[in-house]
């Protein structure tokens, strides 16, 4: 049987952030340990008990650290990031993990996020098709760039891919309306 989890951590919001960052490191740390075979962790910017404000950044900080588990962002809110920069990052921390990542994207479900970001009243199913397919074109395709869009209307930047793409999975709700091309 293969085992995995996935956690968005929550925290007492008067608890020390570095110690809640800490024993949720370890509880990765644990599942390595122990046999899972993939664990992914969730990200809020706003919310002071889901206190893990960039899951690409916790994941890098497991990175030397786990041997043979599967690491996957649960998930990376695409509307509130710019696609090359999540091209650049999951590219990188791909190859950190040795080909160990899951890439996990989706529109982001907390409005406090989405207010923050700016989107709130935007169509974010709208705009994580968008991006997505921005990161996706943009490991397909050689510098320089040039991705035109709706809602990011230019795309032009150097080479974030260095040859490798990780596993992808989404978490959308889209009643059938949002048609994939990935």
């Not at 032009?156 to 260095?162: A, H, I, Q, T, V």
Request: net charge negative; with cysteine.
């Amino acid at each position: 049987m293969k085992l995995g989890f996935f956690t968005m951590p929550i925290h007492p919001v008067d608890k020390d952030w570095r110690l809640s960052l800490k024993e949720d490191r370890e509880a990765f740390l644990l599942a390595d340990e122990l046999g899972f075979t993939e664990a992914y962790v969730g990200e809020h910017v706003t919310d002071k008990a889901e206190n893990i404000t960039s899951c690409i950044a916790f994941i890098a900080w497991l990175a030397a650290a786990t041997k043979q588990i599967k690491l996957g962002t649960g998930t990376v809110n695409m509307p509130n990031a710019h696609p090359a920069a999540v091209a650049a990052s999951i590219a990188m921390l791909d190859h950190m993990l040795d080909g160990r990542l899951i890439f996990g994207i989706s529109p982001g479900g907390l409005l406090s996020d989405a207010e923050v970001f700016g989107n709130l009243e935007a169509d974010r199913n709208a705009m994580f098709l968008e991006a997505i397919n921005q990161v996706l074109e943009i490991w397909a395709s050689e510098p320089p760039y040039n991705l035109a869009g709706q809602i990011l209307e230019h795309i032009d930047s150097e080479d974030p891919d260095r040859g490798h793409r990780p596993g992808l999975h989404s978490r959308a709700r889209c009643n059938g309306r949002i048609r994939r091309s990935w």
